[in-house]
C-alpha cells in the first residue's frame, strides 16, 4: 500500500505554520497532515477544508450539529464558527472558482446536493 502524500509537508494544515508539529488528528483525521501545538490546542480545523465540507452539507446552516463549536485561523487570530459562516459565502465562490479552472466544471456537480457521507 502506499502511504498517503502528506498535504503542506513541513506546515501546520490550519494556520500554515512551521515549527513543532504532530500528526493532525481532527474532524477530518483521514487527512494526512500536521498540525502545530497551538492549533490543537485550540481544537482547530483547517479552513479552506471546512468550507468545502460545508458546501458539501448544504451550507453553513446544516452544519450547525458538529460545527458550530469549531475554530479555525484566519491570520492573524483564530475565529468561530459565526465568523466561519460570515466568511462562507465570498470564500467559497472563490474556492469553486479555482477549482473549476484546475479540474473543469465538472467538480461543481459534486456539490449540486448535499453529499452523503457513509462512515465504515
Ligand atoms: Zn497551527
Redesign the pocket.
Known amino acids: 500500500m502506499i502511504d498517503p502524500i502528506e498535504i503542506l509537508p513541513g506546515k ?6 512551521r515549527g513543532s508539529l504532530q500528526h493532525y488528528a481532527g474532524y477530518f483525521a483521514w487527512l494526512n497532515a500536521s ?6 490546542v485550540r481544537q ?1 480545523e483547517p479552513l479552506s477544508l471546512v468550507l468545502l465540507w460545508a458546501k458539501a452539507k448544504g451550507g453553513p446552516e446544516a452544519c450547525k450539529l458538529p460545527a458550530s463549536s469549531w475554530v479555525s ?1 484566519v491570520a492573524p487570530d483564530y475565529i468561530g464558527w459565526p465568523k466561519i459562516c460570515a466568511l462562507y459565502p465570498e470564500a467559497i465562490e472563490s474556492m469553486l472558482d479555482i477549482l473549476v479552472s484546475e479540474l473543469g466544471p465538472e467538480i461543481t456537480q459534486c456539490f449540486e446536493k448535499p453529499v452523503k457521507i457513509i462512515k465504515l
Do not use: D, G, Q
Open positions: 501546520c494544515i490550519v494556520c500554515l505554520r498540525i502545530c501545538a497551538t492549533c490543537t482547530a485561523y
